[in-house]
């Protein structure tokens, strides 16, 4: 007698991600409350299991679902504003004044549900989020079923949001506690970045993850001048200050990373800390080439990220994944950095542990969540295909995405988004904060 299920979907290839290098052909996922039950060869899932819902899914790749480790979701409104500047004068000349004009709950709302759009159909149920007002980044996810980790940002300087770094942790404190115990939404503690926030609000940040059990999220050696400056300034780099301060550790992820020599790489690996790989972002705004081999060498958990809309243009893991494949080799002269299915675990396992969510989801297996998304190669662009794998890295992008499940619950079906908020209603805002911007 067969056993009951809520879902059963059956595609051409599953990639666990966990164990490496594995493509199982034929094999089958079984999701019962949310949960992955079983996977298993197809003529024995049918077999074993009845379902509510069977998917067939002949010609695709069924992988975990990919996890963004670095965004700013509500700067989706502030996609292109003003391309092609280098970091500093993009900061203080366009983003930082647009923001002290613009942002506001509405605004942050309204970015938020853009950017899930997008994560989504891009195949990213979960993102770490970084930005002003979580509270009304939090609903939009929530409202969405997306899973998210929403930043409570410290900043020395006033925002919309709060006026110094005890205000904002004060505020965020309160939004964290709004929103206790919800299944898919958490939070980090997110210090902006080391020439952002004070020694006395980087102690205080790290007191409070500590207290709290929370992850960090930071802004990190991202441009040469930030070092440097930083030597100027007090004689340390910024990953030392960041010693100092408490803040290194497992539950840290060091964004960007770019300008990191082997000393910074010992400090990161010693703590174990993790790294947000964002190539996309760091090549756009000529920051540099984060020494991903030299990272992956010294035994560092690294995840991938897109930054925000503003500094990439796209929410797009897919093409974080080949863009970090493919810089990696080209850095380093040397064809084997960076193998496909270790940038797949990146896009997957890497950032689910990064987030402390490892236990829950990042690769296929029974007992994690069932967070998951299809990868259709059933188009003449895609074959022939000999290595699902490198396939996924090298050859695909994020229009082949045909489904997406997050705890077992369809949240893309055949390409198409399955939000409450339609996409003449995206298109709608979209328009009305360009021409408040404008």
Request: glycine share 8%; with cysteine; net charge negative.
């Amino acid at each position: 007698m067969s056993l009951p299920v809520d879902l059963l979907v059956h595609p051409r290839w599953l990639i666990p991600v966990e164990p490496e290098r594995v493509a199982l052909a034929r094999h089958s996922v079984a999701v019962r409350d949310g949960g992955i039950v079983d996977i298993l060869p197809q003529a024995e899932a049918r077999a074993r299991y009845h379902a509510g819902t069977v998917q067939e899914l002949p010609e695709h790749v069924l992988i975990p679902g990919l996890v963004n480790l670095h965004t700013h979701a509500a700067m989706s409104l502030m996609r292109g504003i003003s391309d092609d500047l280098p970091l500093a004068r993009w900061l203080n000349e366009v983003i930082w004044p647009a923001e002290s004009r613009h942002v506001s709950p509405a605004f942050v709302r309204d970015g938020t549900r853009l950017a899930i759009h997008e994560m989504l159909r891009g195949g990213i149920t979960t993102c770490n989020d970084m930005y002003f007002f979580p509270d009304e980044a939090a609903a939009a996810f929530a409202e969405s079923g997306m899973r998210a980790i929403v930043g409570l940002i410290v900043l020395d300087f006033p925002s919309a949001w709060a006026s110094d770094p005890d205000d904002y942790l004060r505020r965020g404190l309160a939004v964290r506690d709004k929103w206790r115990g919800h299944p898919r939404v958490d939070f980090a503690i997110a210090p902006h970045a080391p020439y952002s926030v004070c020694d006395a609000g980087l102690e205080r940040a790290a007191c409070l993850a500590a207290e709290l059990d929370l992850p960090i999220h930071i802004h990190v050696h991202e441009t040469a001048s930030e070092v440097a400056d930083a030597l100027a300034a007090s004689g340390l780099r910024p990953l030392e200050r960041l010693e100092r301060a408490g803040l290194l550790g497992p539950a840290l992820t060091a964004v960007h990373a770019v300008h990191v020599n082997e000393a910074d790489l010992a400090r990161l690996a010693r703590h174990g800390c993790s790294v947000a790989h964002c190539p996309g972002s760091n090549m756009k705004l000529a920051s540099g080439i984060a020494p991903l081999p030299a990272m992956l060498r010294h035994g560092i958990n690294v995840g991938l990220g897109s930054d925000g809309a503003a500094s990439n243009n796209r929410l797009d893991i897919f093409q974080e994944m080949r863009q970090a494949a493919l810089l990696a080799k080209a850095a380093s002269l040397d064809a084997t950095a960076a193998p496909a299915h270790a940038v797949l675990r990146m896009a997957t396992l890497g950032g689910a542990r990064a987030l402390g969510l490892d236990g829950m989801i990042g690769s296929l297996e029974p007992g994690k969540r069932a967070d998951f998304c299809a990868v259709a190669l059933d188009s003449p662009l895609m074959q022939p295909c000999f290595d699902p794998i490198s396939h996924l890295v090298y050859a695909c992008d994020r229009g082949q995405v045909s489904h997406v499940w997050i705890d077992g619950e369809i949240r893309v079906r055949d390409g198409k988004t399955l939000l409450r908020i339609n996409d003449n209603e995206l298109l709608a805002f979209a328009a009305l904060w360009q021409t408040r911007l404008v």
